[in-house]
């Protein structure tokens, strides 16, 4: 399962590999140059851009990992992580958004701003790559949170790059993109009354939301996932129909031609919110967990000078939405730079993905005279699929010409072969090209133009 959210962690639960812990002792020791960016492992630390991070018993960040740096897929117009994140800020068009903050961040901003103990899990050498003791490749957007706070914005949005260990497969990958959304309503100077009525005043301008979804939904407040010390329900419970709202629509603009779409909420922990929720949605017989969100601590606002506030936040995973979206099978292929990939999406839209071959085509051209009788592409195209089955790509009409004496009509047609899942050999093409052209030759009644 592709972990979009790992904070919900409560301290006692572990989460040692030994598999893990053995990378990370065979990265110390190499020194090493990533190509054509700004990062160096040297013997005294590891060095990106212009700054170095000395080494000590915590370093474990991969040459591998770092050269991810400067690919920033949410900034991709065409990749499907940049058309879903610029989707998502413009749903929520009135939050301020930040897109291009650093990965490297310290431990404080990762972790000790957000309320998380020093023993929690989720802070192990296992589960994360560390520069050194106070400096971490962001684990999560919500790093985040307190730049976004000191910004003045009341409404904002931080999307990113963001870096746990974990196995590679289809669907893990070390790298991920997340984006996190906060809003608060400030109390200053003013009474509950007033910040109820904001909430609710901002909740009544939302659009409804549309038919085409089901939301299961039957969590409450309750002492397992508390009010906070400080919050009155008066205030939280618009808040969280605040939050609730804000979300499902959010899900319904992306989904907006799923005609069956189920959404489900259930309760969570995080150390920086409460009470705190996991959102789900329905897809191919199984809940996907999408985001995390919930209540922001009150702590947290105390540290971004926001004592009176009272505020919601999510984290969301962008990569499990854009497999769905997107139809896409495999995590790694947001990664690559084959024009096959990128070239099939647009800016803005959501588009089923069109698998290809990862490997060369074979390209055949076949030339020749027609009979006298009609002629229909579609029938030759489904002679030469007879002949060569899943091994053709493509058929296609590269030349049409009529003899000014003869009045004969020569047509030329292009044929790629290409394997799904394998090379193929040029002497096993032209074996089947043979006999495209004679089953060609036989069924149609054409006059084959050259012999090879
Ligand atoms: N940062 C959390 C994670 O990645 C998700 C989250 C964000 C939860 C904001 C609550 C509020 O696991």
């Given amino acids: 399962m592709l972990r979009n959210t790992l904070f919900r962690l409560s301290s006692s639960v572990q989460t040692h590999d030994n598999k893990r812990r053995l990378v990370t002792i065979v990265c110390q020791q190499s020194w090493y140059s990533t190509k054509n960016s700004g990062v160096e492992f040297k013997a005294s630390g590891v060095q990106v851009n212009d700054k170095l991070y000395d080494r000590d018993d915590w370093t474990n960040v991969t040459p591998s990992v770092l050269a991810k740096l400067d690919r920033k897929l949410h900034l991709q117009e065409r990749n499907p992580i940049g058309i879903i994140r610029q989707l998502i800020e ?12 650093s990965p490297v961040v310290t431990t404080r901003q990762n972790f000790d701003d957000l309320l998380i103990p020093k023993d929690h899990p989720s802070r192990t050498k296992s589960d994360n790559y560390y520069f050194n003791k106070d400096t971490v490749l962001r684990a999560h ?44 309503f400030d109390g200053q100077s003013k009474g509950e009354a007033d910040v ?26 309750h002492p397992g996932n508390p009010l906070q010390g400080r919050h009155s329900e008066a205030v939280v419970t618009p808040l969280v129909a605040h939050l609730k709202h804000s979300i499902n629509s959010m899900i319904c603009h992306l989904f907006a031609d799923e005609p069956n779409l189920k959404v489900r909420w259930i309760e969570a922990y995080f150390p920086f919110t409460s009470p705190s929720y996991e959102v789900e949605i329905y897809y191919q017989g199984e809940w996907l967990e999408v985001l995390g969100c919930g209540v922001v601590q009150q702590a947290l606002l105390d540290k971004g000078d926001r004592h009176h506030a009272v505020g919601w936040a999510f984290g969301m995973g962008l990569e499990r939405l854009a497999m769905v979206l997107f139809g896409i099978p ?29 490997y060369p085509p074979c390209i055949k051209d076949i030339s020749f005279w027609l009979p006298p009788t009609e002629w229909h592409d579609n029938n030759f195209c ?3 699929r007879g002949v060569a089955g899943d091994l053709v790509e493509n058929v296609k009409l590269i030349d049409d010409f009529t003899h000014s004496k003869t009045n004969k009509r020569s047509l030329c047609y292009r044929i790629t072969y290409r394997s799904m899942d394998r090379n193929v050999t040029n002497d096993e093409i032209n074996e089947i090209q043979e006999k495209v052209r004679s089953t060609v030759e036989q069924d149609f009644g054409v006059e084959l133009r050259e012999k090879k």
């Fill in 330 to 358: 495999d995590i790694r292929l947001f990664w690559s730079q084959d024009s096959r990939f990128i070239d099939q999406f647009t800016p803005g839209q959501i588009k089923k993905f069109q698998a290809f071959s990862k």
């Fill in 141 to 184: 957007t919500s790093a985040h949170q307190l730049e976004g706070l000191a910004s003045g914005a009341n409404k904002f949005l931080i999307s990113g790059d963001v870096y746990r260990r974990d196995e590679i497969d289809s669907s893990h990958y070390p790298v991920f993109h997340q984006i996190e959304g906060l809003a608060y």
């Fill in 90 to 101: 413009g749903h929520f068009n009135d939050f301020r958004t930040f897109n291009d903050l």
């Fill in 196 to 221: 109820v009525a904001a909430i609710q005043a901002d909740l009544e301008k939302a659009k409804p939301i549309p038919s085409n979804i089901e939301i299961v939904d039957d969590t409450i407040i």
């Fill in 382 to 384: 489904e002679t030469v």
